[in-house]
């Protein structure tokens, strides 16, 4: 029977991935509604060097079929659920006999249930060859049909989904030992995936089982969960944002609330004790669900069942191989902490749980086998500790803002838009219950400048306050005692002599005579933001501010400078700060044209 065909939609951080990869296969993941399947990116099993051995061998398939299985096994539990495996990828590079291996393990594969896709539909595989993504759809009878595709922005993707976002706390009991220990996670996966709990959605409905849903009618759309805010109306997502967030509370279901044939089941057995006698280690420990899960807006709720149970034995798995890799490591175990990462170069959050007490330099093996399973660049960090994303729902209300300029657009057409690469938080005036009004905007911008250093996991030192600031330059010798305790400024050289002597981090300044001297060295700036992705401050006059992106059209010599503003005085009001011009696009005529400036433009370490 041919393959049933599908709407198929790749994004654009797909393409990139493939052009970054030289040789190799792997597996395709994505999310599916309905017919429609979009592929968000791939796991590579293995690189180049792998590829040449299993070609020139003669069990090439079934080994590479093993190489397959390994991969799903150890990485499909960091995707969210909701992303499934949808089929194969293969780049074949010089050789191209690298496909028909790699479409030949699809009928073994599709044994083993890895595949995820809609009802009659087939596995798909992605070859890349010549810079050009071909696309199949191949069933376990080895027919194979081409299919057309369409790459979009990961952003248009993601606007048909929303994240759920699942708490609570399952208690974990055991010996001290490795065959205790994979027993008991084994049981609790094996219960989760019983259906023995229940999801609390604000403001109070209760997803019990596929089949119930209580506060909530069975037509009911995910998105009528999102939570309304004191005046009845429902949250906006914020504008150009990654998706709405859903908040869900993990239950355990009263005894009274499980399936009858469940109940039944029970009945058949008989308990059994068994009396051991001798010295014995136990923990017990309270492991903190904390997982993610894609849900497109338009399912109902009643259907989300499936997709809570996954994201909650994901999550067991993943406390599993950190309890059991920590204890083998320490003859010990720490509670293990689920963590999100979000890279751009992924464009979708990942998770994985590491032990409370390990550093990132205990980590670093870890790291790097995700850096090269997602295709991940290894000259920056990603994993780190640091590099943690506190969801929205779990944000402090006061906090500062995070990338404030997600969602503004330069308004020049076919501009080459260069922005700061990862997360930074918002600083200005004010803050901190702290009046630096018309003193403190250099202070601020060399906090935004800490803050990305922090969020990209290259430092954990805290964001200095302005006294710490002031106590920095005093302890250098830059300035004297008495500069500690004032209301005197700062520029951009006492700004690089503070990322030096508290991060570690060397700056390099340009200094430009005019405005119209800084808008001719737009090259420049592009660069700077390509190759470094670091926020930039500029002082000039009696003001300092922050670039944090650059678009320029050479042909017309059209541009534009993303700028931060730290002379904002208000609350963090994200509405407020985009409209008025606090974060926002701005022309050449924002500078003044006889100022001279400098720039402090830090320059980021390279490193895993």
Request: aromatic letters at 8%.
């Amino acid at each position: 029977m041919a393959p049933k065909p599908r709407r198929l939609i790749l994004s654009n951080l797909v393409f990139e991935k493939f052009s970054n990869t030289a040789q190799g296969f792997g597996l395709a993941y994505g999310l599916i509604n309905d017919e429609q399947c979009y592929v968000l990116g791939f796991l590579l099993a293995d690189e180049s060097s792998t590829v040449a051995q299993l070609l020139s061998s003669d069990s090439g398939s079934l080994s590479l079929t093993s190489e397959l299985l390994k991969c799903w096994a150890a990485y499909e539990k960091t995707l969210p659920a909701g992303v499934h495996i949808v089929g194969n990828i293969s780049v074949p590079g010089a050789d191209d006999s690298l496909v028909s291996v790699v479409e030949a393990a699809i009928p073994d594969i599709i044994e083993e249930g890895v595949y995820h896709c809609p009802e009659g539909g087939s596995p798909l595989t992605l070859v890349f060859k010549d810079g050009v993504i071909k696309a199949s759809m191949v069933d376990d009878f080895m027919q194979k049909e081409e299919i057309e595709y369409e790459i979009v922005p990961l952003s248009d993707v993601l606007d048909n989904f929303m994240l759920v976002h699942l708490k609570g706390q399952i208690p974990i009991s055991s010996e001290l030992s490795d065959k205790a220990i994979n027993e008991e996670m084994t049981e609790q996966i094996s219960r989760a995936s019983m259906g023995v709990h229940s999801f609390r959605f604000k403001p109070d409905v209760f997803l019990n089982s596929p089949d119930e849903v209580n506060g909530g009618d069975e037509g009911q759309k995910a998105a009528s969960l999102v939570v309304q805010d004191g005046e009845g109306k429902k949250k906006k997502a914020r504008p150009g944002s990654e998706m709405e967030v859903v908040s869900a509370e993990l239950l355990t279901k009263p005894i009274k609330f499980i399936e009858a044939n469940e109940i039944h089941n029970f009945a058949k057995c008989a308990p059994f004790v068994q009396h051991k006698k001798g010295n014995f280690e136990m923990v017990k420990i309270g492991f903190n669900v904390d997982g993610l899960c894609y849900v497109h807006k338009e399912k109902p709720v009643i259907k989300m069942y499936p997709a809570l149970q996954s994201c909650l034995t994901r999550q067991l798995f993943l406390a599993k191989s950190c309890l059991l890799k920590e204890l083998n490591q320490k003859c010990d175990i720490s509670l293990p902490i689920s963590m999100h990462f979000l890279s751009p170069q992924n464009g979708h959050y990942l998770t994985t749980a590491f032990p409370e007490q390990s550093d990132d330099s205990a980590l670093e093996e870890d790291r790097k086998t995700l850096h090269d399973a997602f295709v991940l660049s290894k000259d920056r960090p990603v994993f780190r500790k640091g590099c943690r994303v506190t969801i929205k729902d779990d944000q402090p209300k006061n906090a500062q803002l995070i990338n404030p300029h997600v969602g503004l657009s330069p308004g020049i057409k076919d501009a080459e838009v260069a922005v700061v690469y990862g997360r930074y938080a918002y600083h200005h005036y004010m803050q901190d219950s702290f009046d630096d009004n018309g003193w403190g905007c250099a202070y601020r911008s060399l906090q935004t400048l800490v803050s990305w250093f922090r969020l990209q996991g290259y430092t954990d030192k805290p964001v200095p306050n302005h006294k710490a600031i002031q106590q920095c330059l005093v302890d250098i010798g830059d300035k004297p005692h008495s500069f500690v305790g004032s209301k005197q400024w700062i520029g951009s050289t006492e700004v690089s002599f503070c990322m030096e002597s508290l991060l570690g981090v060397t700056c390099r300044i340009m200094a430009v005579n005019s405005a119209d001297e800084l808008c001719s060295r737009a090259d420049d700036l592009l660069r700077h933001f390509r190759n470094q992705g670091t926020p930039i401050m500029i002082g000039g006059g009696v003001l300092a501010h922050t670039i944090i992106g650059i678009a320029f059209n050479p042909d017309t010599g059209d541009l534009r400078f993303l700028i931060l503003d730290p002379h904002y005085t208000q609350g963090e009001d994200l509405t407020v700060i985009q409209t008025k011009g606090w974060c926002s696009w701005k022309g050449p005529e924002f500078w003044t044209k006889t100022a001279f400036y400098n720039l402090c433009m830090p320059q980021r370490p390279t490193c895993l």
